[in-house]
Structure formats: C-alpha cells, structure tokens
C-alpha cells in the first residue's frame, strides 16, 4: 500500500506530511483500515498505522474546542458522524476523531481512544474506556466501569483485543495486549495484564495461561501466593472456572453462564 510505505517513510525522517497524515487518519476514523486484524494466523498488527497515529500527534497542534456547548483544549477533535454510522451515543459519551464505531454500537457515558475499532451491536457501557488502538469485536458488551488499556507504543506491541461475543464485567481492567476469546466470560473486578497468570482450575491439576484468555471461558478474580524475604503474600490471578458453552443465543447463553457460576453483574 503505497500509504503505508510513505507513513513509514516519514517515521523515519523528520518531516511531516500533513496529507499523507491526515488521509491515513481520516481512513481509520472510516474503517477503511485497522491498527491490527485476525488472519488464519491470528492477530497480526499493523504498525505503521500506530506510526500515522504518533505522527498525527505531532502535526497537530493543542487549540480550544466546544463540543455541545463543553470547552476543552486539545489536539484530537471528537467523532461527529454518529447518525449516518447508525452509532448511538448518550451524552456526555465521547469518542475521539480517529477511532471506529461500527453500526449498531452504543456508547454510554464513557470513552474510545484514537486508532480503536468496535464491532457491530457491542455496548460500551457507562464509565467504561476503551484505550487507544484497542480492536473490540461484534456484540461485545463492556459492562459499566470496565478499563480496556490502550497500546500505542511501541508501535509493533499488540493492542488489546476482546473478541466477538464476549463479556466483560465491570470494573474490570484489560490492559497490556491481552486478549480475551471469543464469547468470554470476564467477572466483575477481574485484572487481566501481561503479567498476571490466568489459571485454568477445571481439572484435576491447574493450567496457566498468559496474555489470553481462551475462547468461552469463564473467569473469575483470585490469588495465589508468594513468599518474600518479608513473608508470605497473597498475589492477583484469574482464575477459568467453567465454560459458556456455545449457543446462538448468545443473551441466553450469558445469563444462563453467570447464573450457573454465581457471577454478580
């Protein structure tokens, strides 16, 4: 893509292009492409389009703005083009110039980043954030509070992603490229970073996951402990309990899941 050789071109140089910036930009906010995008590989990530991003940041430059009538000072306008995208949004909900909306998304009182894509009929709901260049699949349902991190640097570090059907309870917190499967169960307060260990506990010895969560399953908060010089301290885990399993139904699968494993919502 001749695009993407000249954003590369330009990462490397110290100009700034504003055409070549802005179109990648614009191309983003469309949906004409994506920070990263699942392959018969898996996730593969497009950096130079986290390299547009960056580059963006430095072409524009922080000036006043009024959006309904609330003033900020900043670099990124928000999105406007809400009812032609069939995108509901409730105030003071805001998503940034730059990130994707697919139709049928609603967007409660809560936050997307630049460079982020949500699928179709998925729910940010209230106070919830979704990072900068987070990838969230179709009818995804971020529940209220939930923190999706944004990656952004260094441009080839994997963004975080929640796949098609999942669910996230609130409060709880993605951050650090972790992916979450396909129609996952996420319960309230759950951490889930690079580094914490997400064990599976269904059988007769434990299985430890890193950076995923395997599709369908079904994770609640732990611990587990660790001994320093200072003594023994308990330490946060995720812990796979069970499995949503598959259904059509993916409304009656969920409250039939959450009811089975007496997860809270």
Known sequence: MEIAERINELWESDV????????????LDRG??????????????????????????RLRKVEPMEVGGLRFLDKIPVKHDYAERGVRVVPPGVA?????????????????????????????????????????????????????GGVLEPPQARPVIVEDGAFIGS????????????????????????????????????VEHRGSVPPRAVVLPGSRPKDFPAGRYELP???????????????????????EFEIAT
């Open 96 to 148: 940034r110039y730059g990130a994707y909306l697919s139709e049928g998304v609603v967007l409660m009182p809560g936050y997307v980043n630049i460079g982020a894509w949500v699928g179709p009929r998925t729910m940010v709901d209230t106070w919830a954030t979704v990072g900068s260049c987070a990838q969230i699949g179709a009818d995804v349902h971020l529940s209220g509070g939930v923190g999706i």
């Open 171 to 206: 409060r709880a917190v993605v951050v650090e490229g972790v992916i979450v499967g396909e129609q996952a169960v996420i319960a309230p307060n759950v951490v889930l970073s690079a580094s914490v260990p997400i064990i599976d506990v269904t059988g007769s010895t434990p």
């Open 32 to 57: 004409d492409i994506r920070v990263a995008q699942r392959g018969s590989d898996g996730w593969t990530v497009n950096e130079w389009i986290k390299k547009a991003i960056l580059l963006y940041f």
């Open 16 to 27: 700034l292009d504003a055409d070549v910036i802005e179109e990648a930009i614009a191309a």
């Open 237 to 259: 885990c995720a812990l796979i309990v069970g499995t949503r399993s598959a259904s059509t139904d993916l409304k009656t699968s969920l409250n039939e899941v959450l009811r």
